[in-house]
């Protein structure tokens, strides 16, 4: 394609990219809630959105599959960043990766005796990097999602996950006990794309950089 394609995900990042796109003058054609289409068009023949699972976007990007695309800091780190320029942190989908347990399980007294616990999670590079960091030993268990049920049903003692409004860890009677860091999603460009077409991607990157809110 002789224009660039942008990768983005359904959900909290396309909403919150809408008015960074608007900011470049980019209007999708489509809305990804309602059309069941993966290549969305825009106002600019030269600009087209294709929508990916969140996980995918890094991937897209580093095989110029996709020239730009918007992701998750927890994203960017289990994927590696291989590939990828990220030139701006555009401070949107915010939220937090943290630790939580059930309400009666004694986290603090777990790791003062140095116990080897099982933690559950999406986010095993980053967990592992964490609990390596406390001198921790831990057991992880890789899942896919509704890690706030693992606790709840003996599959761990911990879970590792987002958390934003903290909704969820209440619904399952957990709490929070380590704020692990803060997350937000990035742009990502593949490094070819911005030499072969830097003067297409430029002008979006500056007006991305501009529309960001503080
Ligand atoms: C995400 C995350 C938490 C929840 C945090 O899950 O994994 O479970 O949202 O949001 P809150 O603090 O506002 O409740 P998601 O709904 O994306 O489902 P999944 O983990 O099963 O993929
Ligand atoms: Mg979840």
Do not use: W
Request: proline fraction near 5%; charged fraction near 20%; charge should be positive.
């Amino acid at each position: 394609m002789n224009g660039i394609t942008l990768a983005l995900s359904k959900g909290r990042i396309f909403e919150e990219t809408l008015p960074l796109l608007a900011a470049a003058g980019i209007t999708p054609t489509d809305n990804p809630d309602t059309s069941r289409k993966l290549i969305l068009g825009t106002n600019r023949p030269d600009v087209r959105l294709v929508i990916v699972r969140a996980t995918d976007t890094p991937t897209y990007v580093q095989y110029g599959a996709a020239d730009m695309g918007i992701a998750g800091k927890d994203t960017l780190i289990e994927h590696g960043g291989a590939g990828l320029y990220q030139p701006l942190d555009l401070n949107i989908a915010k939220c937090r990766l943290c630790v939580a347990v059930q309400k009666d399980f004694d986290y603090a007294a777990a790791v003062k005796r140095g116990a080897r616990i099982r933690v559950a999670t999406k986010y095993v590079k980053a967990a592992k990097e964490h609990f390596a960091a406390k001198g921790m030993h831990v057991d992880l268990i890789k899942l896919y999602g509704s890690m706030e049920l693992a606790p709840l049903v003996g599959l761990a003692d911990a879970i590792v996950d987002l958390v934003s409004t903290g909704n969820t860890l209440r619904a399952n009677n957990l709490v929070e006990v380590e704020d692990i860091m803060p997350i937000s999603s990035r742009l990502v460009v593949n490094q070819a794309s911005l030499k072969l077409k830097r003067e297409l991607i430029q002008p979006v990157l500056e007006a991305f950089a501009g529309a960001i809110k503080p």
